[in-house]
């Protein structure tokens, strides 16, 4: 029991898993988003806005330090020369000698000015004239540029987590419809907790790469541009060219460890996800089988189980973590060497400080931003293992295939009729039903009995249309199941089986399932003719009580009598009945009963049975052995004939 293999915790490859390119992949969630595309728009602009805010700051820079610089100099030198009653006097900028983007500081400047003198406070003093284009900076535009970043960072963010988690519903809502869809084939193949995981954690991923990545590719690549514009202007203004040859070098440096390291990312991200996966099918089988592993004391073997689960998880995730934590530093080491490079160049070029500092400026900025973008591959290629397995799951094809012009059919009035139908499993190597005919008269009562495996569920499966056979075919009034609608097929078919699930919610609720507009009087009515009524009122919340997970606050007789009612309640013309009675006592088992012949009542029924002493008064029993009907007949004709049946009733010694 200690003993366990290291196949009991890897991923099992699902049968319809595929990779996808990130044009599929991307392309498939852009029909997502669509939608929504005007947030995303609004959330991009406003972040391309974000970086275009920068600009008027990097244009402060190098007129500020002109004038602190430069006019420090020359008003020394003009001091020296004035006379003494004039040094008191505020000297004027020189039209001529100042840029125009100084002309332009200056100009706003002397219109804040007068505001803040009628608002009663000077900015400088008189010997401080030559600091205020660089207050004025201070105070009007570098507030201004921060205050408009911080609304469109605002909308950016907000636009773009509106978006993400809207697309994030609807997939996750797409894929439970999509999976809800498929036919019992498909569901029969699968892993549950694999796929709980998928639809439920995977789609987070999806969350980020619309919430962050967008906001950072919508930010950071005009942050880029802006900031490289700007060191191109001032390079081309102060004769620097040969700093482009640098950029046009440098920028491709700076995405070499994200080329060189996406597909082991994109690789281990998916493993990553794969055996978190294996964490959730794990853990969903031991909560689903609790009673058996109590039952069996082997807590502590699942408790391992888990554990070796989780460690191959944190395993994959380290080493996915390994992977792109590794990109940051390359980058960040390729933009130190370019940075030294930069200056190095500088110093042989012998390049004044006042033209130096405003390129660095920009240069420190950009640096974020292009960290950012080596994040945002990283990023991309995990999301792209998510977004593999989700559309896997969406590019399923098992559903039963619906007729545009299917019949609507909103009674039972004649037969049900197989006519030499044959089915198989897709994974199954021998027909699991072979060649059967018969027919189910209305108002009869057709059983078929056989040991396990011998095709009685499958059967009932094609009579609901859980299936279609792949030759011959099932008629009801002399339609073809696969002609008719299959919501109005399923109004007429009705089910009680053997393994009674309930959903966590009061009783009332589950008895009203299926019946939404049903009223409380109707369920009681429908609980009493199951003989639920009694232990229902036994309890002080009555109908309000809450029956647990998958029911298991009942007992199994319990169970059965509140399916009973919810069928009852529903009052469907056709039933199939997998008897469920076998497992249940004496007292138990006669209710139980008691309650299944007043729902087969003037019903026409399909009945699987387990006891066939309660289905001595069938009107037709088959008895199947490996997919094949080989005696059929009543009760008493069956049991003359000295058979298969006859020897099935003496093992149950009924007579």
Not at 596 to 623: E, K, Y
């Amino acid at each position: 029991m200690g003993h366990h293999s290291d196949s009991k915790t890897t991923y099992k490859q699902e049968f319809f898993d595929r990779e996808y390119s990130a044009k599929e992949a991307y392309g498939r969630l852009w029909g997502f988003t669509r939608k929504y595309r005007f947030r995303i728009y609004l959330g991009i602009v406003c972040g391309m806005l974000t970086a275009g805010t920068l600009l008027p700051l990097f244009q402060v820079i190098q007129p500020a330090l002109d004038k602190v610089g430069g006019t420090e100099q020359g008003n020394a030198a003009k001091m020296a020369a004035l006379p003494v009653s004039e040094k008191t006097v505020q000297p004027t900028p020189s039209t001529a000698s100042t840029s125009k983007e100084e002309r332009k500081v200056l100009k706003e400047y002397g219109k804040f000015k007068k505001l803040a003198q009628k608002l009663g406070f000077e900015l400088q003093d008189e010997d401080e004239a030559l600091g205020a284009p660089l207050l004025f900076a201070i105070l009007v535009i570098v507030p201004l540029a921060a205050m408009a970043r911080c609304a469109f960072l605002f909308l950016n963010k907000y636009c773009l987590s509106w978006a993400a988690l809207h697309t994030v519903k609807d997939l996750r809502c797409s894929i439970l419809r999509h999976i809800q869809e498929q036919s019992m084939q498909f569901h029969g193949r699968i892993d549950v907790g694999q796929l709980m995981s998928r639809a439920s954690s995977d789609p987070r991923l999806v969350q980020h790469i619309i919430q962050q990545v967008l906001q950072e590719v919508a930010e950071a690549p005009f942050e880029i541009v802006v900031s490289v514009g700007f060191i191109i202007w001032t390079a081309v203004q102060n004769n620097m060219l040969p700093t482009l040859v640098l950029l046009v070098i440098g920028f491709p440096l700076f995405m070499c460890p994200v080329v060189l390291l996406s597909k082991r990312i994109r690789k281990w991200a998916k493993k990553a996800l794969e055996r978190y996966s294996v964490v959730g099918s794990r853990i969903h089988e031991i909560l689903t089988c609790v009673r058996v592993v109590k039952a069996y004391n082997t807590e502590e073997f699942e408790n391992r189980k888990y554990e070796q689960a989780n460690q191959s998880m944190l395993k994959a995730s380290l080493r996915a973590v390994r992977w792109s934590l590794f990109v940051t530093p390359a980058v960040e080491t390729v933009g130190i060497f370019l940075l030294c490079a930069f200056v190095v160049w500088c110093f042989v070029a012998q390049v004044k400080l006042s033209v130096i500092v405003p390129m660095l400026a920009p240069l420190l900025l950009i640096y974020r931003p292009i960290k950012q973008l080596s994040k945002l591959q990283v990023q991309l290629e995990q999301c792209r293992a998510a977004l593999s397995r989700l559309f896997s799951i969406l590019d399923v094809r098992m559903e039963l295939p619906v007729k545009v012009d299917a019949a609507p059919k909103t009674a039972f009035t004649d037969k049900i009729v197989f006519e030499d139908v044959s089915f198989r499993y897709d994974t199954a190597e021998r027909d699991a039903v072979s060649h059967a005919s018969f027919e189910i008269p209305r108002g009869k009562v057709v059983a078929v009995v056989g040991g396990t495996g011998s095709g009685k569920s499958t059967m009932s499966g094609l009579l609901a249309r859980f299936y279609d056979p792949y030759e011959g075919r099932v008629t009801m009034d002399g339609v073809d199941l696969r002609d008719l609608r299959i919501p109005d097929l399923r109004n007429l078919v009705g089910s009680v089986m053997q393994e009674t699930l309930l959903f966590n919610d009061t009783i009332e609720a589950n008895i009203k399932y299926g019946s939404p507009d049903a009223t409380h009087e109707q369920v009681v009515e429908a609980a009493k003719m199951a003989n639920a009524h009694e232990f229902i009122m036994s309890q002080p919340e009555g109908y309000e009580r809450q029956v647990g997970e998958k029911g298991f606050a009942l007992s199994g007789g319990e169970r059965q009598r509140i399916a009973i009612a919810r069928a009852i309640l529903r009052n469907p013309p056709i039933l199939i009945l997998d008897e469920a009675t076998s497992a249940l006592d004496t007292v138990t088992e006669r209710l139980v009963q008691d309650a299944i012949n007043r729902l087969m009542a003037n019903r026409t029924t399909f009945a699987i049975a387990h006891r066939l002493s309660t289905i001595r008064d069938a009107d037709l029993i088959l008895v199947m052995r490996e997919g094949v009907i080989v005696e059929r007949g009543t009760h008493d004709e069956l049991y003359a004939a000295n058979g298969v049946y006859r020897h099935l009733c003496d093992m149950q010694k009924t007579v």
